[in-house]
Nanobody, 124 residues
Framework: QVQLVESGGGLVQAGDSLRLSCAPSGRTFSSYTMGWFRQAPGKEREFVAAISWSDGNTYYADSVKGRFTISGDNAKNTVYLQMDSLKPDDTAVYHC?????????????????WGQGTQVTVSS
């Protein structure tokens, strides 16, 4: 019943930046962790980044470390993903998700709520 809505995707060129947002739709809810995952055509879903509401700790996949930054507004249960120095390999549908646990932040199957996703396409 709880739905997350992503926004901010688009078509950009390599080296450009995008900022994704993820916010709950309807009633607010409690969560401990929010994360971003992505899935490219023909590939498995992969972890991108996550943030723990309790202490603000962030986690990143090696492929995006140093280029992407995750942040959030706990009061709004909203998470952001600032993506800089985008590469063609970053092309994918990006999904946000949340869960009420603080472990296994990189395992998608442990997240209880997911958004529909937003398309990010990086050319060149």
């Amino acid at each position: 019943q709880v739905q997350l809505v992503e926004s901010g995707g688009g078509l950009v060129q390599a080296g450009d930046s995008l900022r994704l947002s993820c916010a709950p739709s309807g009633r607010t809810f409690s969560s401990y962790t929010m994360g971003w995952f992505r899935q490219a055509p023909g590939k498995e879903r992969e972890f991108v980044a996550a943030i723990s509401w309790s202490d603000g700790n962030t986690y990143y996949a090696d492929s995006v470390k140093g280029r992407f930054t995750i942040s959030g507004d706990n009061a709004k249960n909203t998470v952001y993903l600032q993506m800089d120095s985008l590469k063609p390999d970053d092309t994918a549908v990006y999904h946000c998700a949340t869960k009420r646990s603080t472990t296994d932040y990189g395992l998608g199957r442990t997240y209880g709520f997911w958004g529909q996703g937003t398309q990010v396409t990086v050319s060149s």
